[in-house]
T-cell receptor
Framework: DAGVIQSPRHEVTEMGQEVTLRCKPI?????LFWYRQTMMRGLELLIYFNNNVPIDDSGMPEDRFSAKMPNASFSTLKIQPSEPRDSAVYFCASSLLSGGEQYFGPGTRLTVT | AQSVAQPEDQVNVAEGNPLTVKCTYSVSGNPYLFWYVQYPNRGLQFLLK??????LVKGSYGFEAEFNKSQTSFHLKKPSALVSDSALYFCAVRRGYSTLTFGKGTMLLVSP
């Protein structure tokens, strides 16, 4: 398996623009997680899905953030409108078992100017 | 609430020497503990986990971790450090049934 795939790897956009980050989990994994990593706040869980259903989105910072998982092999994280403080590395991870080890994608480095 | 603490921001060790990266935990019930490593510009990689059984857990790349219930610790160790081990290391604990809570990370620098 190719592991968790994320695209794009880098995204530079202007404040106010819509940003869409994409993730393909490992085939057969039932859990998908979106994280944000910054120097100031470390690694934060934004939202996670189980069998394509959002279970906990309490980490989503604002209504500007939304996530979907239309099928078992694809998820998106959207920011609309984007702001400079959204600049971070966004990771997607998947796991096979509840509470088991998670496998991370390479991340998307987002810069909002 | 489940939490982990990594008391050191950075650990420096010379190549060939043993290394220890510290982690303490606070949980209600039995802990499920994990170590991850992050190389520059990469995602986190799973190293090892403790769920039950032997207190010494062996993982990838020659790393191991010792679970100590009385000290509520789960320190990561390696007998002989390599320069290529230089990276950011995260301890994590299971939170609820499905998620993990990560520590703030410890930067390991191995000098030649």
């Amino acid at each position: 398996d190719a592991g968790v795939i994320q695209s794009p790897r880098h995204e530079v956009t202007e404040m106010g623009q819509e940003v869409t980050l994409r993730c393909k989990p490992i085939s057969g994994h039932d859990y998908l997680f979106w994280y944000r990593q910054t120097m100031m706040r470390g690694l934060e869980l934004l939202i996670y899905f189980n069998n394509n259903v959002p279970i906990d989105d309490s980490g989503m910072p604002e209504d500007r953030f939304s996530a979907k998982m239309p099928n078992a092999s694809f998820s998106t994280l959207k920011i609309q409108p984007s702001e400079p403080r959204d600049s971070a590395v966004y990771f997607c991870a998947s796991s096979l078992l509840s509470g088991g080890e998670q496998y991370f994608g390479p991340g998307t480095r987002l810069t909002v100017t | 609430a489940q939490s982990v603490a990594q008391p050191e921001d950075q650990v420096n060790v010379a190549e060939g020497n043993p290394l220890t990266v510290k982690c303490t935990y606070s949980v209600s019930g039995n802990p499920y503990l994990f170590w991850y490593v992050q190389y520059p510009n990469r995602g986190l990689q799973f190293l090892l986990k403790y769920i039950t059984g032997d207190n010494l857990v062996k993982g990838s790349y020659g790393f191991e971790a010792e679970f100590n219930k009385s000290q509520t610790s789960f320190h990561l160790k390696k007998p002989s450090a390599l320069v290529s081990d230089s990276a950011l290391y995260f301890c994590a604990v299971r939170r609820g049934y499905s998620t993990l809570t990560f520590g703030k990370g410890t930067m390991l620098l191995v000098s030649p």
